[in-house]
């Protein structure tokens, strides 16, 4: 009871029927979530990815080694944890393939068995990376800055009923061909400078489809088992709030929900199974590429922060831009996550 005769509203006490903690950026991104889902996943049985792709970057440390993910959940690097990227996030699968390859030479072993991927998440190819590229080109001064992944072009196609998903490379794939012809040929209509060696890229997804065939399955049926088995999930956000589609600075923001809602349609499972919302917090401010950034330091002192925060973008390898903590902004954060 406060000195008024309020009462003070107090902190809800965790549901153990709620079996899923969510760890979202309260700000533009590099708070330090992937340190945060490592913690947590000593004690998880399951970590998970619901959207983005390799837009995404997080580092973790363990022994001296320093594991660079971007499309890999970072529990993966827990050995007794299983890892699930759900229907919401894009794939690229060479990029995936050369991640998993990369970590497995600094000592990440058995991700075939661990990793689990949805059959319903929209694949990213190399000719969606190509044009957001040109189309960043096209727009000039009032180019966003994206991270030219292909990710905005790639939910584009998904949002337009044009994409293309992992189900349908395991498919029958004389149909993902032709759908794979198909797509190709709009986007080389719209983008005349577009040139891709078709018969090679259809090659070379026969390939993928053999061998990313162990990683695949029904996520949704996967993860709604393990939560009537009463098991421990942890969610992994990429991204920001202040990056989401609806309700980040738009236009300067990513193509996907990366607020709480997005937990939900991009793993299928319902609201009533999220336990704790964390919402991770970066001491001072900073943003990777253009945007409004209403605290932002352009003097020494910002340049004393990125030196010594050593804040270069895991992805983009760009400086980050540094500015004060922004309150106001974290209180909006909060409206639309609801931190516990």
Not at 29 to 40: A, R, S, T, Y
Not at 316 to 321: I, S, V, Y
Request: aromatic letters at 8%.
């Amino acid at each position: 009871m406060s000195s008024n005769g309020h009462s003070n509203p107090k902190r809800p006490r965790k549901d153990m029927s709620r079996p899923m903690t969510v760890v979202l950026g309260a700000q533009w991104g590099d708070e330090g979530k992937g340190k945060v889902v490592d913690m947590l996943a000593c004690n998880a049985d399951i970590v998970c990815r619901c959207q983005g792709g390799n837009n995404a970057g997080h580092t973790v440390v363990v022994d001296g080694k320093e594991y660079d993910l971007h499309i890999l959940p970072s529990g993966v690097i827990n050995k007794k944890c299983v890892s699930v990227i759900g229907n919401g996030v894009v794939i690229n699968l060479p990029q995936f393939f050369e991640e998993v390859k990369k970590n497995e030479e600094k000592g990440l072993a058995g991700c075939c068995g661990r990793v689990f991927i949805s059959d319903r998440a929209h694949l990213v190819f190399d000719f969606h990376q190509t044009v957001d590229g040109l189309q960043e080109q096209e727009k000039g001064k009032s180019s966003i800055g994206t991270t030219k992944k292909g990710i905005g072009p790639t939910y584009s196609c998904k949002a337009s009923r044009s994409g293309i998903r992992l189900a349908d490379l395991l498919g029958d794939f004389s149909l993902f061909e032709e759908k794979y012809r198909r797509l190709l040929k709009t986007y080389m209509h719209q983008h005349p400078d577009l040139n891709v060696d078709i018969e090679q890229e259809v090659k070379k997804y026969k390939e993928y489809a053999k061998s990313i065939a162990p990683f695949v399955t029904d996520t949704v049926t996967y993860l709604h088992e393990a939560i009537k088995n009463g098991k421990k999930i942890v969610v992994e956000g990429a991204n920001a709030a202040l990056l989401d589609i609806d309700f980040g600075t738009y236009p300067y923001v990513t193509s996907s929900n990366c607020t709480v809602g997005g937990v939900c349609t991009g793993l299928g499972v319902p609201p009533t199974v999220i336990g704790e919302i964390c919402g991770v917090v970066k001491a001072y401010s900073t943003r990777v590429g253009d945007g409004p950034f209403p605290t932002e330091l352009c003097d020494g002192i910002g340049e004393i922060l990125q030196s010594r925060g050593g804040e270069i973008g895991v992805t983009t390898k760009r400086k980050r831009r540094c500015g004060w903590l922004d309150a106001v902004l974290l209180r909006y954060s909060n409206m639309i996550n609801g931190y516990t």
